[in-house]
């Protein structure tokens, strides 16, 4: 099998890269030529006590990784990538707590508590109010004079607002939601100034938060989402602590990712106009899945070989991290015509921006979609003639596909 034409010590977990770009050339010449690539990284350089990792770049390859828990554990070295050099092992095994990085049947358990958020009956039920909180946000944007951060006054908004709609977070609250996010996400972006430990400290302040919201509907139970998931833990509900990290898991994989769809896709409408004049004459229902592919928030996530196997014609063998690359896989022509383009009225779309299927498969896609559907009919009523003034500023990250800032303006 040839090499593929990389340079050497290319990896695609570096925080620098995806500071400037998404390496879809890389990721092309891999699907190509090697779809299973090791890539070696200097011990402990991601937290982990290895050489490095696989790097898993076909579509069906990712699906069938995501789709064997039983052979690639997300619970072993949890589903983040990379770390740094300095994390404590004691902390990553901490994160094992989360949802996102457990296997079944501990994650059968959990999630089917918490799924009970995410029906299509709870999803219906706040269509309205988040429609109504849409308008609002572009409304308030609009009424802005001069160049604006698409950022923070429009793509964060609503989904901090929906989460907080859905749990019962104050609305008052939803600034504290937002950094505490965006520290435990930042660590790798210099200009935050943000170490491993600051981020610790603000998971810890949100996982209080919400074991303190737990607690108070325990003692005094509402109507509301929480009094659903924590009032009864012996009828199978969750523990004050499991919700305070069910609490962490939203305010990362519920806000950040759906914030960075909505900011790429802006962006994307704004770089190819003629996909912005067809979605505000005729708004495909298909328009929010392909942002959520064009944008893949997540570029990675990565799971721990519980055996020998093989994939893609290569040996993994038991303990090797597999990182598999959504951005890769929702760029393999094999499964998309023209994956390159733009293409809001794409249909067929089986992109895996949502995750590759399996137990780890999105359970907020359903408010994800409809944030997104939301926020863009807002945008396309409200500020039609937006207008790009400036580049994106992109976070240092190393598997977060993520935007800073987008400076915009109205006419």
């Known amino acids: 099998m040839p090499c593929p034409a990389l340079p050497d010590g290319f990896d695609f977990t570096d925080p620098d890269l995806l500071r400037d770009r998404v390496p879809l050339p890389e990721f092309a010449e891999l699907r190509r030529v090697e779809p299973v690539h090791w890539v070696a990284q200097p011990s402990n350089l991601a937290g982990f006590q290895d050489e490095g990792y696989w790097a898993v770049t076909r579509h069906a390859d990712v699906k069938y990784v995501s789709t064997h828990p039983e052979i690639f554990s997300s619970t072993v070295n949890t589903a983040i990538i990379r770390f740094n050099e300095h994390i404590e092992r004691d902390a990553i095994d901490a994160q094992r707590l989360i949802l996102l990085n457990m296997d079944p049947p501990e994650h059968t358990r959990v999630r089917q508590i918490v799924q009970r958020v995410f029906t299509p009956r709870a999803i219906r039920a706040l269509e309205d109010t988040l429609r109504t909180r849409a308008r609002a946000i572009v409304e308030t944007a609009r009424a ?83 009094t659903t998931l924590v009032a009864a833990e012996d009828e199978g509900n969750l523990a004050s602590d499991e919700f305070g990290f069910f609490v962490l898991m939203l305010s990362v994989a519920g806000n950040e990712t759906t914030r960075n769809a909505i900011t790429h896709g802006m962006h994307a409408f704004l770089t190819h106009p003629g996909q912005w004049e067809l979605y505000k004459r005729e708004r495909p229902a298909t328009a929010a899945e392909e942002i959520v592919r064009w944008a893949t928030p997540v570029v990675s996530f990565q799971r721990t070989a519980t055996q020998d196997t093989e994939l893609g014609g290569k040996q993994i063998k038991k303990g090797d991290r597999v990182g598999i690359f959504y951005s890769s896989a929702n760029h393999d022509p094999d499964v998309f015509d023209h994956p390159d383009v733009f293409d809001v009225t794409r249909d067929p779309n089986p992109h895996l921006g949502f995750g590759g299927g399996g137990p780890h498969y999105c359970l907020g896609k359903s408010l994800a979609v409809l944030e997104i559907d939301l926020i863009f009919n807002a945008i396309a009523d409200a500020m039609p003639d937006l207008r790009l003034t400036g580049d994106p500023r992109r976070l240092r990250s190393a598997w977060i596909n993520g935007v800073k800032e987008l400076q915009v303006s109205h006419r």
Do not use: H
Not at 154 to 169: H, R, S, W
Not at 211 to 216: P, V
């Open 144 to 226: 802005r004079s001069g160049s604006f951060d698409f950022v923070t006054e429009v793509a964060c908004e609503l989904p901090l607002q929906a989460i907080a709609e859905l749990i019962g977070v104050p609305q008052d609250d939803r600034a504290k939601i937002f950094d505490w996010s965006n520290k435990m996400i930042a660590y790798d972006d210099p200009e935050y100034a943000i170490t491993e430990e600051v981020g610790a400290e603000s998971a810890t302040e949100l996982i209080a938060y919400a074991m303190n919201m737990a607690a108070d509907r325990k003692q005094c139970p509402a109507k509301d989402i929480v």
